[in-house]
């Protein structure tokens, strides 16, 4: 059996990506270069460790129980080379974040530049899309999500509450009038997700809200939401570090209509522990926490605008 570390690598990004191509991209090397190193691989393994099909590689059995041990060793040929080099090289490399358009948008974006002034060598790539990522084949390495795997390899752990409320804006509260109590509600047009394409149970809320209340306008994305309510088509539910922003937007039953829900942040277990990812796991941990009262709605600042002391002195401690 002779391989190199460097052909588990390309089985690794393969196995992650699905695609030869996006996989050369993140090697930075050639389609075809992948390609010789995934069947050297085999060769030298003698098994299969892919399905080829038009839609990319597909890992068979045998492929998914060798990414365990790849992973592993992964993870300690980084733990070494962190040793090696006296820590320096925790914090290298590139982390795939995956969360809710709301959460990135509004807040994670706006601490964008004091995250890379800690984390300089730290590729961060983004991922909004509105459906969970799949950990568990390594999309994303880490995720922010509003509802935490209930099972599986995973580390999940609550990152905040945040607060949500009735939005409209005051020009469509006074030629409609404003509902005074819950029933109101049903004489005003509502904004709300696609109820089939809902991506997590914690976006379901009009329900808690009335059961009889449809959307007039529904959308899966956050944004188009606050853009439809902003220009007067009726009433959203809106979390509050959001709403915040736009003086134009009135809360309707503030004294009777208020939702909690969660952040999460989680990762596959095995990650958990590799520098790069942990380093970005106690970042976000940091700036959330000093934005909290921007989120339960007591701010006199914009999350992601607070100081960015704390966050950088938690990531000092970061080995």
Not at 104 to 117: C, D, E, I, P
Not at 134 to 161: I, W
Not at 183 to 207: Q, V
């Amino acid at each position: 059996m002779h391989f190199t570390w460097d052909d588990l690598q390309y089985f690794l990004a393969v196995a992650r990506t699905g695609q030869l191509s996006t996989a050369a991209r993140q090697l930075r090397t050639s389609h075809a270069t992948v390609s010789r190193r995934i069947d050297r691989l085999e060769f030298a393994l003698k098994v299969k460790l892919f399905e080829r099909n038009p839609r990319g590689y597909v890992l068979t059995g045998m492929g998914q129980r060798f990414v365990e041990t790849a992973e592993k060793m992964e993870q300690e040929t980084e733990r070494l080379q962190a040793d090696l080099a006296g820590g320096g090289s925790a914090q290298r490399g590139v982390v795939r974040l995956s969360a809710p358009e709301g959460f990135a948008n509004f807040f994670f974006t706006g601490t964008l530049q004091t995250f890379a002034a800690a984390l300089p060598n730290i590729s961060l790539e983004l991922v909004t899309i509105q459906q969970i990522m799949a950990l568990s084949r390594k999309e994303a390495d880490l995720a922010v999500v509003l509802d935490p795997p209930k099972a599986g390899p995973y580390f999940s752990e609550k990152l905040c509450d945040y607060r949500l409320k009735i939005y409209g804006t005051r020009a469509y509260l006074e030629s409609r009038g404003a509902p005074r109590s819950r029933d109101d509600l049903l004489d005003h047009a509502f904004i709300g997700y696609i109820e089939d394409m809902i991506f997590a149970p914690g976006l379901d809320y009009l329900g808690d809200i009335h059961p009889r209340i449809k959307p007039h306008f529904q959308s899966s994305s956050i944004f188009a939401q606050l853009t439809a309510t902003r220009n007067g088509l009726g009433l959203c539910v809106l979390p509050i570090f959001i709403a915040e922003r736009y003086p134009e937007l009135e809360v309707v039953l503030e004294d009777e209509v208020e939702l909690l829900r969660h952040y999460w942040i989680t990762c596959h277990r095995d990650l958990r522990q590799v520098g790069r990812v942990r380093s970005v796991i106690e970042f976000l941990r940091a700036s959330v926490r000093e934005s909290m009262d921007a989120f339960l709605g007591t701010a006199t600042v914009k999350p992601g605008e607070s100081s960015p002391v704390g966050a950088a002195e938690a990531l000092s401690r970061v080995p």
